[in-house]
């Protein structure tokens, strides 16, 4: 019997509303100079015609791996694992529809990973574009630095043996940052990053998405994120991210009546001084959502 020699790259594309860009995103993909590769297109329940343009892509495409997944919504971090469950790579390259790739950015990414087989992920620079062109630098890849920012772009490929030794990335993380999450979790647990010193992904900047999103909750996802990472954070201020997270259970519970709108007027204000003062206990969080309603 022949032996199906398997890609080491396995590329996953989450799709929810973005059918009109994913043509580009693959695009970049088919042009990649090493040809070792799957996609696994993720259609995450979009309302859109994004099972359309995925089944056109693919026939437009016969020679190349490239394969279709339909799911009810789960958000980003639920498409994202569906992906990298089904990929049969040694490598992930997560890419969102509305991003782009290097043509030489498989080819380098795994030409740095093969110098040294403890490494667990490889990150490029970023070559921003859109409503906002600039360029950002990547890095350091460690946990200290990681609990402060994001160091990382998602688009950072890695083995799949990390994310199955992490459990992929986690999906309580439905408004954003579920990347940094995960690099969090990589760092702590001791992997080992390559930092490729050019512009490799290309990051389509818009006035509205995802990670404005995310920027508007910073503080909600950043509370819910340091409960996850105890060591990286002093007893204060876990103590305060878990009033934060008991709060937004609390309105997450009522969420047919409440909404991330009126936990923006809740704790639009927040900070680490005001925080303690303004809330005071749980007790009253009830009559001050109230307040904000009335």
């Given at each position: 019997m022949r032996k199906i020699k398997l890609p080491r790259v396995s590329i996953v594309i989450p799709c929810y509303k973005q059918a009109s860009l994913l043509s580009?995103?693959?695009?970049?993909?088919?042009?990649?100079?090493?040809?070792d590769w799957e996609l696994i297109i993720v259609n995450d329940g979009s309302p859109d015609n994004t099972?359309?343009?995925?089944?056109?892509?693919?026939?437009?495409h016969p020679t190349r791996f490239i394969s279709l997944i339909n799911q009810p919504n789960q958000g980003l971090a639920g498409a994202r694992n569906s992906g990298v469950r089904a990929a049969q790579g040694e490598?992930?390259?997560p890419l969102d529809a509305d991003d782009l790739i290097h043509p030489q950015m498989l080819l380098k990414c795994l030409a740095a990973a093969d110098t040294d087989s403890t490494i667990d992920v490889v990150h490029s620079d970023v070559v921003c574009f859109g409503a906002t062109e600039r360029i950002d630098y990547t890095g350091p890849f460690d946990a200290e630095a990681l609990a402060m920012n994001n160091r990382l772009v998602y688009c950072s490929m890695y083995r799949k043996t990390l994310w199955e030794s992490l459990g992929g990335y986690d999906?309580?993380?439905?408004?954003?940052?579920?990347?940094?999450?995960?690099?969090?979790?990589?760092?702590?647990?001791?992997?080992?990053?390559?930092?490729l010193k050019e512009f490799f992904f290309m990051y389509r900047v818009k006035p509205e998405s995802m990670i404005t999103t995310a920027m508007k909750y910073d503080t909600v996802i950043r509370s819910h994120m340091a409960v996850r990472h105890p060591k990286s954070h002093t007893a204060e201020e876990l103590m305060i991210a878990g009033l934060i997270n008991q709060a937004f259970d609390l309105l997450e519970q009522s969420r047919q009546s409440l909404s991330l709108k009126v936990f923006d007027l809740v704790f639009g204000s927040y900070n680490e001084e005001t925080f303690p003062k303004k809330l005071g206990s749980l007790n009253n969080l009830a009559e001050l959502i109230q307040s904000k309603l009335a």
């Open positions: 580009d995103a693959v695009g970049s993909v088919v042009l990649q100079e090493c040809t099972n359309e343009v995925a089944i056109d892509l693919i026939r437009s490598f992930i390259l999906t309580s993380f439905q408004i954003g940052y579920e990347d940094w999450n995960f690099w969090r979790s990589a760092a702590e647990s001791g992997a080992k990053a390559y930092h």
